[in-house]
């Protein structure tokens, strides 16, 4: 499985220490940036570079990087196909990849420890969607709004 890591300034520097971490592991990792700190950057820019290659390559999982995750997570959500999800609790994550499938995390750098993103990336890395039937149709509810997988720009819808 491929992981594409993007940040802002805001989470520059946790994005680093869990790049280093998960290539140590062996994970096939790519760094869409930043790939220095820029104070001014903007996180809109990176949450959408991960974003289009979570939505062209169903097989990849997105971590976003910033100070409070929410941009991102919002930034994210518009590209369809890619379901992103906070990372604040380990079990939470595990409930958004067994129930929702989410195949983005964004992570709140100033509000979180090392040690603990690095138990949410685990189980969002290692948890399967559970494919019941129920949480399908709730997938399929959410690729459908606002009149198509995508709004009905991907000529797929």
Do not use: Q
């Amino acid at each position: 499985m491929k992981i594409i890591l993007g940040a802002d300034h805001g989470g520059f520097e946790l994005k680093e220490e869990i790049k280093k971490w998960l290539l140590n592991s062996k994970h096939e990792v790519a760094d869409v940036g930043a790939t220095k700190m820029e104070p001014e950057d903007d996180f809109v820019e990176y949450a959408a570079l991960v974003a289009e290659e979570v939505a062209e390559n169903g097989d990849a999982r997105g971590i976003l990087f910033c100070r409070n995750g929410y941009g991102m997570m919002i930034a994210a959500n518009r590209f369809g196909g890619v379901r992103c999800g906070e990372a604040f609790d380990v079990e939470a994550v595990k409930k958004g990849r067994t129930d929702d499938d989410i195949n983005c995390l964004s992570v709140p750098s100033d509000y979180i420890r090392d040690g603990d993103v690095k138990r949410m990336i685990e189980v969002f890395l290692s948890t399967a969607f559970s494919g019941e039937e129920k949480y399908k149709r709730r997938l399929w509810k959410l690729e459908t709004l606002g009149g198509g997988c995508c709004g009905g720009g991907c000529g797929n819808c």
